[in-house]
């Protein structure tokens, strides 16, 4: 029997909610201006599925955050709920909306050309902008 794992998660609130199987396709942190910004935060971190390897419940709301990415949040309680492409079949969730801690490490760093210098160098594979997908 092939079982895989299932993780769960959501937003602040409880009214959207998350549900990804198996293995994720990769986990990242990201130092773009538009990540910080919505994290609150000196980046945002990401665990990215396959876009059907996740279901979802309950309402968000979208907004155009570049040209081919569409970042969902919460209407209620304003957490950002996920991240979804026009241009791939990919969904990123944000580490921190997951119901367990310890789950995901990130393997790489994105826009590190806008990385705070107090944090740390070369602990995980650094990418000035974007990364080849």
């Known amino acids: 029997m092939n079982q895989q794992t299932v993780y769960e998660g959501g937003c602040a609130c409880g009214a959207v909610r998350f549900r990804a199987t198996g293995a994720p396709m990769r986990v990242g942190m990201c130092h773009c201006l538009t990540c910080r910004r919505v994290a609150g935060s000196a980046f945002g971190s990401y665990v990215i599925f396959d876009r059907d390897a996740v279901t979802l419940s ?12 569409r970042r969902h949040f919460c209407p209620l309680c304003g957490s950002v709920a996920f991240m979804v492409y026009t241009d791939r079949a990919e969904i990123d969730v944000p580490i921190g909306a997951f119901d367990q801690t310890g789950l995901f490490e990130p393997t790489y760093e994105l826009w590190c050309k806008r990385k705070e210098p107090w944090l740390p160098k070369g602990v995980r594979r650094e990418y000035d902008e974007e990364r080849p997908h």
């Open 58 to 69: 309950g309402n968000t709301r979208e907004w155009r955050s570049s040209e081919h990415g």
